[in-house]
């Protein structure tokens, strides 16, 4: 029976001090040739200090189609923005 | 969904590429949209994976150690991109296998140029600096389409790409400084190649059943009229640099435009070779069929012994 090896996503932390960022997808049989095989895909030329690899059907992403009831709460609540808090000039920096 | 709703999801689809906004994986699409994608992406992909052949051909055969190492990363490179695209490919909702498939069974196409046979050294230098640089024009405004995966990849595409044509430049230059024969050889690859690349740029704007769609979607942001020019203009002094002749003899600078003028194409060599009468198509086929045939049993193997050791670990946490 033919079996396909699954799909996972590739992140790589490009220098120490920067975050893991999402960098691909790529197919592997396991977690250490998925690891392996990021190497060779996606830092041929020193992109990364370090990879995580997860399968992609470990992910769970929000839908589009909900942008609406997801996000939209945060619009009108401007007050958590500093410049709703009005301050006299003369305080310059806060 | 009612058809009009579907209007209304077009509407905002097209007003949301027309402001420059990317399209990702889960966001509503039209089916054309998706299917053009996954034809065009594809294609790509195909590309660079077949790529690797004509080239692969000179790797034991490379004239010294420096050219060895520097072809073996280019080849290494086509791998690379064309996994990047296939990736982005199955952001469309079709599988690896499926690409496969439509590769192997001649449902899907690549280009052209990689049905051509490479019968000498001179021929990695043509391809570097031709074809390679054919394919740098075609890949830029692509960074800039409206398809957030596709564009991602191309920036690492094109990042990647410049080494290649810059490789294959020097191999020219180097052979047109050499001996006679040596400079023979590098004209006779240039006489080879010169023509295809130029069709690798795609049919004559008329002659083009996509580009309008496209350029509609920015999948293409040139016509292939004009990045054939760009090409031939980039291209002409560099090979007056090396001293070497464009084999057109109808190839003239033309003041007034401010492009050169150029000698018609053959177009019904470029058909030939798309419908699969090139001079290596059954070959480059055959080649990719083989090795995932003969590939099969390792991939079974891996999977098995990624399923066997989950077994194992999975008996030991109980």
Known sequence: MKKNWPLWEVFVRSKNGLEHRHFGSLHAADAEMALENARDVYTRRNEGVSIWVVESKHITASNPEHNGEMFEPAQDKVYRHPTFYKVPDEVKHM | ?318
């Open chain 2, 1 to 318: 969904m009612s058809e009009n709703q579907i209007k209304n999801l077009e509407a905002e689809f097209e007003a949301k590429i027309s402001r420059d906004e990317k399209i990702e994986p889960k966001d509503w699409m039209p089916e054309k949209y998706r299917q053009t994608h996954i034809r065009q992406i594809s294609q790509h992909a195909h590309s660079e994976i077949v790529g690797m052949l004509p080239e692969g051909n000179w790797i034991t055969r490379a004239p010294s150690l420096r050219r060895k190492v520097a072809l073996l990363a280019k080849v290494q490179d086509e791998a690379g991109h064309g996994l990047y695209l296939y990736s982005a490919c199955e952001t469309l909702g079709i599988s690896r296998d499926e690409l496969y498939e439509q590769l192997h069974t001649g449902k899907a196409k690549y280009s052209s140029i990689f049905n051509y046979p490479t019968l000498t050294w001179a021929d990695m230098g043509a391809i570097g600096w031709l074809v390679d640089g054919a394919a740098i024009i075609n890949q830029v405004p692509l960074c800039n389409t409206s398809y957030g995966p596709y564009a991602r990849a191309m920036v690492r595409v094109c990042k990647e790409e410049s080494f290649h044509q810059r490789q294959g430049f020097e191999i020219m230059m180097k052979l047109a400084q050499g001996t006679p024969e040596q400079k023979e050889m590098a004209q006779d690859a240039l006489n080879r190649w010169w023509w295809p690349s130029l069709m690798m740029l795609g049919p004559t704007d008329d002659a083009s059943v996509h580009t309008e769609q496209s350029m509609k979607w920015k999948l293409k942001r040139k016509t292939n009229d004009e990045l054939r020019q760009q090409f031939i203009d980039q291209t002409v002094p560099q090979a007056d640099l090396i001293g070497l002749t464009i084999p057109d003899f109808d190839l003239k600078w033309n003041e007034e435009r401010g492009h050169y003028d150029f000698g018609p194409i053959n177009w019904d060599e470029f058909w030939q070779v798309v419908k699969g009468h090139g001079p290596c198509n059954k070959e480059r086929l055959a080649a990719r069929k083989g090795a995932w045939e003969r590939g099969e049993w390792v991939r079974d193997a891996a999977m098995a012994y990624a399923e066997k050791q989950a077994d194992r670990k999975e008996k030991q946490v109980v």
